[in-house]
DNA sequence: GTTTGACAGTTCAAAAAAAGAACTGTAAAT
DNA sequence: ATTTACAGTTCTTTTTTTGAACTGTCAAAC
């Protein structure tokens, strides 16, 4: 499977990853949410090569994701600003930082505390149903084709135990 | 910069990143998410060449992302199981997949629904604020350092338009 | 008025990772 | 005796990424 073929797939998260699923952009747009904007910034609290940050850059820019934005003339200079297409990865972004917060931090506790504005106090991100509004857990989930399901994709595995005289069973 | 020391950054989001930041990765776990179990499954569902696929399924059990549980003996057959840790995971799948409805679908929608069973409904995952319960927006989210955080790696940049004569602007 | 530095890249060889295809090995089914 | 299911491993080729240097415009410092 190559890259482009990813983002034809009917599923919204093959889509996404082919966007947005490599360590580098990743790491790129974690940048741009602590407000980075120019490619020296990038450059140097990431220490990604050049070379690899340019053409990122370039890709979140087709995708719309980033957009470049002119600062000055002659040397023609730009930043790198998100979008409201970019803006909307943030719960991306804060889904991750916070299962990091609860599964990888060290004794010394969390790198980084997030406050909300409108209650002032530090949050976790959670994640709730937009019709009911309670937290939604994987288990309580059933997933179904959508109008966009070409191929099924889903359910494709597991046969279940076919019972039809299985091997030694351990 | 190479994935060893992604993880050890003072950053939650660096080292989920070098857990899970990677391509194959991410689509292992879609699969994980919708039961499939098997080598051979993950193999014919996402078309991974067996290198790679016995290499990752590796290193997320090594992550305690996946259990490799027998279910047979002689051949010694395994199926990899999300644990908790892995199912942890759930709202950063969600939150992908979310913006690829939002963002990546062609005219005929999404490929996927979601079916929350406590209401019945069909939903989408909205991020809130575990606090005060509202959603949360990236604007409204100020970051600050935490005990954990050694080196700031937060707000290290943007020095802000020093205006010390600047260029001609644009 | 020459040098230095900031900035935003591009170029190219070398190293690392991934793709592709075939091979190993156990055991049940035909 | 052969085929199939399953879970890998091995090996070669191709693609990506790294690392380091180079290009080019301008402002500021010497």
Redesign the interface.
């Given at each position: 499977?190559k890259?482009k073929e990813?983002?034809e797939e009917?599923?919204?998260?093959?889509?996404?990853?082919?966007?947005i699923?490599?360590?580098w952009t990743?790491?790129i747009l974690?940048?741009c949410?602590?407000?980075?904007?120019?490619f020296e910034?990038f450059q140097s609290?990431?220490?990604?090569t050049r070379h690899l940050l340019a053409e990122r850059l370039k890709k979140l820019v087709r995708q719309g994701i980033l957009r470049r934005v002119?600062?000055?003339?002659?040397?023609k200079r730009h930043e790198y600003i998100l979008t409201q297409?970019g803006?909307?990865?943030?719960?991306?972004?804060?889904?991750?930082?916070?299962?990091?917060?609860?599964?990888?931090?060290?004794v010394?506790?969390?790198?980084?505390?997030?406050?909300?504005?409108?209650?002032g106090?530090?949050?976790?991100?959670?994640?709730?149903?937009?019709?009911?509004g309670?937290p939604?857990?994987?288990k309580?989930?059933?997933?179904?084709?959508?109008?966009?399901?070409?191929r099924p994709?889903?359910?494709?595995?597991?046969p279940a135990p076919k019972p039809k005289a299985?091997?030694?069973?351990?």
């Amino acid at each position: 499977m190559k890259w482009k073929e990813l983002e034809e797939e009917p599923c919204s998260m093959a889509r996404t990853i082919g966007v947005i699923g490599d360590r580098w952009t990743l790491l790129i747009l974690r940048e741009c949410f602590l407000r980075t904007r120019r490619f020296e910034g990038f450059q140097s609290a990431l220490g990604i090569t050049r070379h690899l940050l340019a053409e990122r850059l370039k890709k979140l820019v087709r995708q719309g994701i980033l957009r470049r934005v002119p600062y000055q003339e002659s040397p023609k200079r730009h930043e790198y600003i998100l979008t409201q297409k970019g803006l909307d990865l943030y719960p991306i972004m804060m889904a991750i930082v916070h299962w990091g917060d609860t599964h990888m931090v060290d004794v010394r506790g969390r790198p980084l505390l997030h406050q909300h504005r409108n209650c002032g106090k530090d949050f976790d991100p959670v994640m709730v149903c937009s019709e009911c509004g309670e937290p939604v857990l994987a288990k309580e989930v059933h997933t179904h084709p959508g109008p966009g399901a070409s191929r099924p994709l889903a359910q494709k595995e597991a046969p279940a135990p076919k019972p039809k005289a299985r091997r030694k069973a351990a």
